[in-house]
């Protein structure tokens, strides 16, 4: 009896030691076709693995468990706020024991999911502990993964100046590593912030590409060639954009994932439409849209869709485009990521702009809606993430010095200095005045001879008034030496009734208008007219040369370019906006153009009381579309202090 029991306890043992090793060898073919991002493959063998029977498996294992479900249905099932807590729960459980390499990989999975959710200040510091552990453990690559993870956050959040020196470090980091794969993707992102930052970044896409075709890991290739691809394409260079993507496409379609397959296919697809080769882009979008359906890839195809809108309106198809955008709008209903309401508040607009009546309107409701709330969501976050990191450099506080106390001679020579101070200001604002009242008394000299006054701008507000879709163009013509300067009041009339001549011509029945002295002028088109701001630029740049101009600056406006924008009884909008659009022209360079197209949903700024905050805000909103040279803006400029020195 005394045997059986022995024998019958150790069957136990080396049962359970058994059922053990293999619940942890299904754990482990599950970490690696995660690995092999071979998600749908992971989940089966997880589920081979009972809830009842994690027990069984030492803490550390439990929580490696909890963290790859919970990445399963992050990345599967998009259940982000589910995922979360299942991380939660593997991430304590992991920190019971020495930290190690399963809560280093859990940490940086659990930014990403993070990421995906929007909630950045916490995937932020998620990341900076992964950074921080990493460096406890001695893994470099690592280190570099969670610095790419930070930039990437900081990126996200539109703060480039602190994302850039983080991710220089983490390609340093990756190089001294010697690891392809995790320095590809750092210079990725970097790219991206260089650009941003109006930095040199064509050269550095190029290395990048080229790189990569050291790692053996095709997804790596492919992030390569569409951060190249993307770069060229946004400078218009759409044949280098397409041999960087066909160079890996067969690869991608051979040994990459759905994702990888689908995304490389959309990218194709935009690039043939820009290309005007239609039948190529249907067969890759076609792909594109099947295999991002089946990767359960909602932003990606997202974006596949918008691509599919765009091929279709440029084929005439305009209710498959409609479809196709209401389709965009509808899967951003499935889930609320910052990243997706983006995509749909493109496709909002787009409908809009293509819809009348009430259902334009309401278009255009839902899309300040979505952008307002993204704005709240972005920048309360970004203001998170700033109070952090000023805490974070706050040296430890001094001990206070003994307190200054002013002598009697001190104190008189400072009231005698306030005193002198006092009357100097009271004999500036006497002097001031009496200009100001001599000038307006006086009236302005116009040499010119183009209409400047006040009638003219009365003029200007009842054509603004009517409702008429006009446009105005705002310019100002730079000279190597102001005429006034070099040849005197005679010359510089000469210059200005020469330059107003010429503006006659070339507009004829336009409304003129010309700043006295300063040669900046302001030429009003009506809808019939509009010109495209290059063409535009091209025009005023010929002929002013020929006058003897050295150089133009051009704010293009599309104002009022909706009824409910222009009813405005005031030019104060038009005023703030040309000026804010000159002084960014003259901030680009010596010959440059900005055009403004302001969206109805700005309509509200125009009957603010402080005009000027409110055209600020619209702009920072993205209501007020920005376009310098042709091209989209690659950062948002300082709109604030172009307005403090107007």
Not at 214 to 239: E, P
């Amino acid at each position: 009896m005394k045997y059986s029991l022995l024998l019958l306890f150790g069957c136990l043992i080396t049962f359970g030691a058994r059922a053990e090793k293999d619940l942890a060898l299904l754990l482990t073919q599950a970490d690696h076709a995660t690995a092999q991002a071979d998600y749908p493959s992971a989940r089966a063998l997880l589920s081979q693995i009972p809830e009842s029977a994690l027990s069984q498996l030492p803490a550390p294992q439990q929580g490696h468990y909890l963290c790859l479900k919970a990445e399963m249905m992050a990345r599967l099932d998009r259940d982000y706020s589910a995922a979360l807590g299942i991380y939660q729960q593997g991430l304590t459980l992991l920190k019971e024991n020495l930290p190690g390499p399963e809560l280093l990989r859990c940490e940086l999975v659990s930014f990403q999911v993070q990421a995906w959710a929007g909630l950045w200040p916490k995937a932020i510091d998620t990341a900076l502990q992964a950074e921080q552990l990493a460096q406890l453990l001695g893994d470099k690559v690592s280190q570099a993964k969670a610095l790419t993870a930070r930039g990437f956050g900081y990126r996200s959040l539109h703060m480039d100046a602190q994302a850039e020196p983080v991710l220089m470090q983490a390609v340093a980091l990756a190089k001294a590593a010697d690891d392809v794969d995790a320095e590809v993707k750092a210079t990725a992102d970097l790219i991206a912030v260089k650009r941003n930052l109006g930095q040199p970044y064509l050269e550095l896409a190029l290395q990048n590409n080229e790189r990569a075709q050291g790692s053996k890991n095709v997804d790596i290739r492919a992030q390569a060639a569409s951060t190249l691809a993307n770069v060229q394409f946004k400078n218009q260079h759409y044949d280098e954009a397409l041999d960087a993507l066909l160079a890996v496409y067969k690869d991608v379609e051979l040994h990459a994932g759905l994702g990888w397959q689908g995304t490389m296919a959309s990218n194709l697809a935009e690039v043939y439409t820009a290309l005007g080769d239609y039948h190529k882009a249907r067969f890759y979008i076609d792909i594109a849209l099947d295999k991002l359906a089946q990767a359960k890839l909602v932003r990606q195809r997202m974006a596949a869709l918008l691509t599919a809108a765009d091929l279709a309106d440029k084929e005439g198809d305009w209710a498959r485009r409609n479809t196709l955008l209401k389709s965009v709008v509808a899967a951003q209903a499935t889930t609320d990521s910052p990243r997706q309401n983006e995509l749909a508040a493109k496709a909002l607009k787009l409908l809009a702009q293509v819809t009348t009546g009430d259902e334009q309107r309401r278009y255009w409701d839902r899309y300040a809606q979505l952008m307002d709330d993204r704005l709240k969501q972005s920048d309360a976050a970004k203001q998170e993430m700033e109070r952090s990191l000023s805490l974070a450099k706050q040296p430890t506080p001094a001990p206070a010095p003994a307190p200054w106390r002013p002598s009697s001679l001190g104190l008189v020579l400072a009231g005698a200095l306030l005193l002198v101070l006092a009357l100097a200001l009271a004999l500036w604002r006497c002097k001031h005045k009496k200009r100001l009242a001599l000038a307006q008394s006086a009236g302005i000299r116009r040499h010119s001879e183009l209409p400047y006054s006040r009638q003219t701008l009365e003029r200007l507000e009842q054509l603004l008034s009517q409702g008429l879709h006009c446009q105005v163009l705002y310019f100002r013509v730079g000279f190597a030496r102001q005429p006034f300067y070099q040849g005197g009041f005679r010359a510089g009339n000469a210059m200005q009734q020469r330059i107003a001549a010429r503006l006659r011509q070339l507009f004829p029945g336009a409304l003129l208008i010309g700043e006295p002295d300063s040669f900046h002028y302001l030429v009003v088109l009506d809808a019939g007219r509009k010109m495209a701001p290059q063409a535009a630029f091209d025009v005023l740049d010929e002929s002013l040369q020929a006058l003897g101009g050295n150089g133009l600056q051009l704010t293009c406006l599309n104002f009022p370019n909706f009824p409910q924008i222009s009813r405005v009884a005031d030019v104060g909008p038009l005023c703030e906006l040309l000026l804010l659009g000159l002084q960014l022209a003259s901030e680009t360079g010596p010959n440059a153009w900005v055009q403004l197209s302001p969206l109805p949903v700005a309509a509200r700024a125009m009957e603010a009381t402080d005009i000027r905050a409110a055209l600020l805000a619209e702009l920072k909103k993205g209501y007020i579309i920005v376009t310098a040279g042709g091209r989209a803006l690659t950062s948002e400029p300082d709109w604030a202090l172009l307005a403090e020195s107007l």
